[in-house]
């Protein structure tokens, strides 16, 4: 068991450039979420899809962040328009619906 | 929806002491919860995993107390040492099948020698 898998784990952009990142989850994991970490706002909730279909999206920002989760194994976050404030961790968590989440390593993205 | 607010964000503590971080959740049906420890450069691990039912769990080195009454969850780490210097994260669920868990916004754990 390969754990969550998360690429790429460094990411640079330049401001107004789009940035994806990929998260691979645990095989026969239900439900996948993304959350994003920084220093001043903590780990936030972003987004969670349950049998690939989007569940809840509330911690989105509206515009520029996407989430698609086309099959079982793969879920992308797509930030399009990258801005400074978007610097952060952004990671990756499955669930087999035990309510344990397991993490993946995160991917770093530099907005610059 | 449901909040955790989790204090204090910081704490130093010298090695030998005891270290409490505590946690206030606002949903009275949540029923899951969850300490998780995250590393420098590393992501979250799971430090325990607790259900409503059992109020006190212990682990190695820890102990996390639940009083659902004042919708708190803490975690006690006994002597600390400086391999506990971490950011630790509490995280609650509600009893519906959504999965969605909601964490904390962490404590930064140092302990000095």
């Known amino acids: 068991n390969a754990g969550v898998i998360q690429t790429p784990r460094h990411k640079v952009t330049g401001k107004g450039q789009e940035a994806t990142l990929w998260c691979e989850p645990i095989?026969?994991?239900?439900?996948v979420f993304w959350y994003r970490q920084t220093i001043v706002q903590g780990l936030e909730f972003l987004t969670y899809?349950?049998?690939?279909?989007?569940?809840?999206d509330s911690g989105m920002p509206k515009e520029r962040f996407s989430a698609q989760m086309p099959n079982q194994s793969h879920s992308t976050l797509k930030i399009q328009s990258t801005q400074p404030q978007d610097s952060a961790v952004y990671l990756c968590?499955?669930?087999?619906?035990?309510?344990?989440?397991?993490f993946g390593k995160g991917t770093r993205l530099t907005v610059v | 929806g449901e909040q955790v607010e989790q204090r204090p964000p910081h704490l130093s503590v010298r090695e030998g002491d005891s270290a409490v971080i505590t946690c206030t959740y606002t949903?009275?049906?949540?029923?899951?919860f969850f300490w998780y420890k995250q590393e420098p450069g590393a992501s979250l691990q799971l430090l325990m995993k607790?259900?409503?039912?059992?109020e006190i769990n212990e682990g190695q080195g820890f102990t996390v107390l639940l009083n659902k009454k004042d919708k708190r969850l803490s975690l006690n780490l006994t002597a600390a040492h400086p391999g506990d210097s971490a950011a630790y994260f509490c995280?609650?669920?509600?009893?519906?099948?959504?999965?969605?868990?909601?964490f904390g916004t962490g404590t930064r754990l140092q302990v000095l020698p």
């Open positions: 899809f349950r049998n690939q279909a989007p569940i809840d």
């Open positions: 607790v259900f409503s039912s059992t």
């Open positions: 995280a609650v669920s509600l009893t519906s099948n959504t999965n969605k868990v909601v």
């Open positions: 095989s026969g994991h239900s439900a």
């Open positions: 949903d009275p049906n949540s029923y899951y």
């Open positions: 968590a499955s669930s087999s619906g035990q309510k344990e989440v397991f």
